[in-house]
């Protein structure tokens, strides 16, 4: 029930930051073509405030990093060791920056203890300050830490848990006590006048 309940947390909350992935992915582009990444990586910086984003960059076709949640990274190449992604994730996520690229598609991948999301989505660059024109195979990541908002809520659905078995058992004890006071207490009358016919005494008075 529990793994149940974490791959539905999983799925509900992917769906949810793909949304709000896809309108950084359009202000990011929108920025760029108007040459205004400054007041974007405002933007970019305000993210870390949301406790589950672990990083967020935007880089260009050669992974330089444009923008970032940290500006220490800007101008140096993407390092996804800085990031925070364990060294047996780092392929995977290169990997799904080249079939990003490749396909133009946005796409998404869980580590493989599922505490982290990583979102790749393709993006365009000017190919000069303030021009229209635009280069593709820039790309906007998006990693995710999941750790704390599924420790929540695994607390949420402990607390869900414990309430439902308490009321479950409250039932159980009414239903038990209602069984006794209108069939158990009838049986014990029956028997008693049957007792009572057997010797011949005059029934109980109901």
Same mark, same amino acid.
């Given at each position: ?16 930051e793909?949304?709000?992935a896809?309108? %950084? ?15 974007e ?32 990274? %800007?101008?140096?190449?993407l390092?996804? #060791?800085?990031?925070? $992604?364990?060294?047996?994730?780092r ?5 799904? /920056? ?8 946005? #796409?998404?991948?869980?580590? +493989?203890?599922?505490? *982290?999301?990583?979102?790749? /989505? ?9 021009e $229209?024109?635009?280069?593709?195979? #820039? $790309? ?9 908002a ?10 869900? *848990? ?7 058992? +409250? #039932?159980?004890?009414?239903l ?5 006071? $209108?069939v ?8 008693d006048? /049957? ?12």
């Amino acid at each position: 029930a529990n793994q149940f309940q974490e791959a539905a947390f999983e799925r509900d909350f992917e769906r949810d930051e793909l949304v709000r992935a896809t309108e %950084i992915q359009s202000r990011t582009e929108r920025a760029a073509e108007r040459n205004e990444l400054e007041s974007e990586q405002r933007e970019f910086g305000e993210l870390t405030v949301f406790e589950e984003i672990r990083a967020a960059v935007f880089v260009t076709p050669d992974n330089q990093v444009v923008l970032s949640s940290r500006r220490d990274w %800007i101008g140096r190449p993407l390092e996804l #060791a800085a990031i925070g $992604l364990a060294e047996t994730e780092r392929s995977r996520v290169r990997e799904t /920056m080249q079939r990003v690229r490749a396909s133009g598609r946005t #796409a998404s991948v869980f580590s +493989l203890d599922r505490n *982290f999301l990583t979102f790749v /989505m393709p993006a365009t660059v000017p190919i000069g300050p303030g021009e $229209l024109a635009a280069s593709r195979g #820039a $790309l906007i990541l998006l990693v995710y830490d999941l750790s704390l908002a599924k420790e929540v809520n695994r607390q949420r659905l402990l607390r869900q *848990f414990g309430v439902g078995t308490v009321a479950v058992f +409250l #039932a159980v004890v009414g239903l038990g006590i209602s069984l006794h006071a $209108l069939v158990t207490r009838r049986i014990e009358r029956l028997h008693d006048s /049957m007792g009572r016919f057997a010797t011949g005494a005059p029934p109980a008075e109901p």
